[in-house]
């Protein structure tokens, strides 16, 4: 999503417009979602920081959507385009979401089996989102390609802009749907959700730890959000695959193979929701999770 961004902001430039374009990394933990935002205006632009109106938002990978942490529906109107890496319809999205936004499903040649893993996805991105713009013609997105890939050579150009190219020949119904942003007053804006925190000492607060293999007495389930809660009742015991899957190995299993989640140093990354069979795994807001606790295995 880096390069997508990178190549998208490129081609915006290449057709004249004052442009933004950032990532923002996840927690520093594996399986943490990528996010990278572009701005683009026909003036200079003063703002800074996240995008929370998008025009247009493209997921590149659909298991994000129903991850609570990841946020790709946050600030959705019914005027954002959602352009979705997926072999599921539009028309199915739609419905799974609720949603009155316009949905586009990123079209994909017949001999890709895993749309997860399509290959050249950052560009295949890029040219989507420049076909569903309307402002970026062809010669421009292939300027950007050439320009953020040269590093890599000709060959590998030469791929990515085939991909991309194909996708935005692909959307050429589609073009232009994406509607100007409008300007967001600043009366507009939610106050943000401050939380008071009360001062500690110095002797409470600021520990000092110089002994090695101590990274077990740092809490990091602190960090967390929203908890993953396991239905032991609906739980099939396959905790091969949550426990692989956990990037920072807080979940331990037993004897019998039920798992058990540590959440002195679980993360809320919930990776494990996505990833459990049975769907035996909940999140759960880490305010509500005192009442609610995991259901104990019978």
Known sequence: MKTASCILGDAFFAEGFEVQDAPRYGAERRGAPIFAFVRADRHAINERGVITRPDLVVVADETLVTVAAAGVLQGLSDRTVLLINSAEPAAVWRERLKLACPVVTLPASGDATERAALPHIGAICAGAAARLLGVISRASLETAIAAELAIHGA??????REHALAVFDALAPQAGMVAEGCAIAVTDQAPPQWIELSAETAEIAAPDIHAAATSVRVPTGLWRTLRP?????????????CSTFCPDSAIAVEADHTPRIDYDHCKGCLVCVSVCPPHAIRAVPEHAAVEEPCRAPS
């Open 155 to 160: 060959n590998v150009v030469a791929l990515n």
């Open 229 to 241: 809660v396991i239905d032991y009742e609906h739980c099939n015991r396959c905790s091969w695959i």
